[in-house]
Structure formats: C-alpha cells, structure tokens
C-alpha cells in the first residue's frame, strides 16, 4: 500500500516498527520455551474453509458445498501440534466455539506438562476468534482455576507468519491436492496422516455436543481499555495477561508495561466455572435449505454408501428437499 501511496511515510513506518515488534515479541518467547519447560508457547489459527464434497467432478462448480473448519493450535518449542475439525451442521464460527476449543486445549496440555507456571498463545487479532470478552473470560477462569499465568499477545495485521500456517496448513492443503473428499471425516484421515516427524498431526473431530456456551457470568464483560473518544479500543491490544487473581492487564504496545483492564461495575466477582458452562446446542445446526437442496444433487457424484450423511443433514426443508431424498 505504502508503495502506491495510499499511506503515508510516518503510517508505513509505524506499521512496519510494529510488525517487527510482533515478530521479536515471538521470538523470544519461543527461546524462553525453547530453555524452559515450566513455559508453554502456541500460535493459533483458524485454517481458510474446507469444502466437501470435494471432487474433480464438474458437477461440483456451480454448487453449494458444505463448509468445514479446522482451528489449529502450534506449539513453538515441540512442533506438536493439535487440529480441532467441525462441520457447520456441528458448529458456526461464533465466539463461544472459540472460547471451547482454546480452553479444552490449554486444560489438556496442563494436564500433560506437568508443573507448568506460563503459558502464551500467538494469534492474529481476529475479533470473533479470539480478541473478545466472551474468550478472554473463558481464559481468565482457567487461569484462576489452574494457578497458572497465561498470556495472549496479537501480531500485526497482514504479517502473522504463525506456524500453524505457514507450516501445518500449508502441509495439509498439499495433502488435498492428491486426494478426494466425500465426506467431512475425511479431512480427519488426511490431516493425521500429513506429517509423520517430529510426530503426526493430533485431530479431534467435534459434533455440536462438545460446544459449550461461555457468554454467561462474565468477570470482564467488556475487554475495551476505556470508554472515553481517543481512548484505546479492542482492536488496539497488542497483549493481555490473565492473573491468578481474577483480573486482565493489558498492553497496546509491547514495549509498555501491563496496566490492569477496567473491570465494568456489572461484572460478574467470579468467573463461571467450565463445569457450569450450558452446552451451546441442543442439537445440530440446521444448513441452508438451498445449500442442502444442492448436497443432495450431489449424491449422483458421491458413493452411495455416503448418502446417509447427506440425507441426516438437519435443514429448514421445503419441498423439493424432500422430494430429493425419496427419489434417491
């Protein structure tokens, strides 16, 4: 951009002083992990959707597919790397599926580790997946529950080069080249089979059930630093920092020390405990009925064994969706 001028000098220079903050910021905190077991160190990120079907067929082109997802999470000193699988009939990509997949996660790698004293997870600064009230409330409960300090720090928009792209998406989508896709389940194949050192892919495939709702009994319902004109917003935390003792500190540069994050006066004392969390679906999430309509043309290029799962899809149905599965 700064090349066409669309921005000015003084911009491009503080975008590109925060970029190579971002990096350094990374980089040392891998090292540290590197030397040190009692500190754990993740990027995390949610892969471009996968489509299925996924055929060479033509039939495909001008047809809606269903949409599945993949949130992979990358840890900077082993490379062991764990992938979370979803369809939309399963899941949307809302901020209390998020705060699930983060939480269940960090739960198991405690679980793992042992004697662990910090934890740090790298992301981009995606509002919906992980810079929000809702997953920072999620996190703050476990840090108090586990006794452990966890950070959460952004890097600059345009320029994450986080691993789990740049090394664990990018070595499952050369994977899909080679291979066709027929159902949502054989993603799960694919990616546990795509790399084999230092160790394979670990991959869990969820249904709605797994999904629990954090929106309730928040301690921070609110993560925005103030509320006045000029103060910073959300989208300007470079880092937050979640306390054995309840509360949020936050950074908007990473050469500032943490200052503590207003807590709103309605907040909740306590954060709710995962145990108390509701499940987020009482079942299945209904698809589009166009997307559904077009599914079941696709049955002609499917193997027939695999209708069933086509045929189960929950959807608002018309009609034509049911004319299409007794004529099948």
């Known amino acids: 951009m700064h090349t066409v001028g669309s921005i000015s000098d003084e911009e491009h220079h503080q975008h590109t002083q925060k970029k190579e903050k971002a990096r350094l910021e990374k980089s040392n905190d891998k090292e540290q992990a590197i030397k040190d077991s009692t500190k ?5 990120d949610l892969e ?7 055929l060479k067929a033509s039939a495909l082109y001008y047809k809606t597919k269903l949409a599945v997802h993949n949130f992979t999470l990358f840890n900077l000193a082993s490379k062991s790397t764990k992938c979370y699988v979803w369809h939309e009939g399963e899941g949307g990509l809302v901020v209390s599926v998020f705060a ?71 070595t499952i989508e050369r994977q899909l080249r080679k291979v066709d ?3 949502p389940s054989d993603y799960i194949r694919i990616m546990s ?15 709605h059930t797994f999904f629990k709702d954090f929106t309730r ?24 920092k979640y306390s054995q ?11 500032d020390a943490y200052e503590p994050l207003p807590k709103p006066r309605r907040a909740s004392k306590v954060a709710a405990s995962d145990a108390t969390n509701a499940p987020m679906y009482k079942e299945s999430v209904p698809i589009k009925s166009e997307k559904f309509v077009h599914l079941q043309q696709l049955k002609k290029v499917i193997l027939s064994d695999h209708h069933l799962f086509y045929d189960s899809l929950r959807h608002v149905c018309t009609g034509q969706c049911t004319h299409l599965i007794s004529n099948t």
């Open 245 to 255: 003792d309840n509360t949020i500190s936050f950074k908007t540069d990473f050469d």
């Open 181 to 183: 896709i027929q159902l």
């Open 40 to 44: 754990l160190v993740y990027t995390m």
């Open 193 to 207: 089979t795509a790399r084999q050192f230092p160790q394979p892919y670990s991959v869990t495939y969820l249904d």
């Open 100 to 170: 699930t997949m983060i939480t269940d996660f960090l739960e198991n790698e405690l679980a793992m580790h042992g004697s662990v004293s910090e934890i740090v997870l790298f992301s981009d600064g995606c509002t919906y997946q992980n810079r929000n009230a809702v997953v920072s409330d999620a996190i703050l409960e476990l840090a108090v529950r586990k006794q452990v300090t966890i950070y959460q720090k952004f890097l600059e928009k345009g320029h994450t080069q986080m691993e789990c792209d740049s090394v664990v998406h990018s």
């Open 217 to 240: 009994n928040l301690v921070y319902p609110s993560i925005r630093p103030g509320n006045k004109v000029g103060d910073p917003t959300v989208t300007d935390i470079r880092a937050l």
């Open 48 to 54: 471009a959707v996968m489509l299925c079907p996924l």
